[in-house]
């Protein structure tokens, strides 16, 4: 199984970037998706989770800006990101804890990242 994230790039502020996440490969079933980011030398952080359900939650710092849904019949992600700040600028990663014939049991497994630049 893989995910696989695109759509980031180099932006300018205001700007809007959509990230899509695959995950590809055979699932028993995914769960929570979820897409993370880490700034140049910063920690890294969640900034938007959904579940299987369609509950979200958010980071305060992007609250009102992005958006995150998923269409569970092809298992993809996406994170719509409106009002970009340069302070959003990050490796985003996509994440999704799911079950597989490998590992039928909850397990987290990450993507490989996209580059997000917001320039001022």
């Known amino acids: 199984v893989q995910l696989q994230a695109s759509g980031g790039g180099l932006v300018q502020a205001g700007g809007s970037l959509r990230l899509t996440c695959v995950a590809s490969?055979?699932?028993?079933?995914?769960?929570?998706e979820g897409w993370y980011r880490q700034a140049p030398g910063k920690q890294r952080e969640l900034v938007a989770s959904?579940?299987?359900?369609?509950?979200?939650n958010y980071a305060d710092s992007v609250k009102g800006r992005f958006t995150i849904s998923r269409d569970n019949a092809k298992n993809e992600v996406y994170l719509q990101m409106n009002s970009l700040k340069p302070e959003d600028t990050a490796v985003y990663y996509c994440?999704?804890?799911?079950?597989?014939?490998?590992?039928?049991?909850?397990?987290?497994?990450w993507g490989q990242g996209t580059l997000v630049t917001v320039s001022s």
């Open positions: 994440t999704a804890k799911g079950r597989t014939p490998r590992r039928p049991y909850d397990y987290d497994y």
């Open positions: 959904i579940s299987s359900g369609g509950n979200t």
């Open positions: 490969g055979s699932w028993f079933s995914i769960s929570a």
